[in-house]
């Protein structure tokens, strides 16, 4: 399993993600946008599909694992390693 740490914009124009940051602590972090609105984890939602989609996973192989209610989240993927995760997210 694989952790990945997300910087999401809920309310943008398109679903896309953005490329990689650093957090103030100099750690990795993945700029995402998603249309949905942050209601009732829609956006959550539209994040997690958006990663399956980018990373050719099927939906239940990405989890939210922290941030439900926060900007900053933590995602869980399972069967890649952080190298793969990293081409995959990068070539998308």
Do not use: C, Y
Request: aromatic share 2%.
């Amino acid at each position: 399993m694989t952790t990945l740490a997300i910087k999401l914009t809920p309310g943008a124009a398109s679903d896309r993600i953005d490329g990689w940051d650093v957090d103030p602590d100099g750690r990795p972090v993945l700029k995402v946008r998603v249309r949905a609105r942050p209601v009732e984890g829609e956006a959550n939602a539209a994040l997690l599909k958006l990663l399956a989609k980018a990373l050719d996973l099927p939906r239940s192989a990405v989890s939210l694992e922290r941030g439900g209610q926060s900007r900053l989240k933590r995602t869980a993927v399972d069967g890649l390693s952080p190298d793969e995760v990293r081409a995959r997210l990068s070539a998308s």
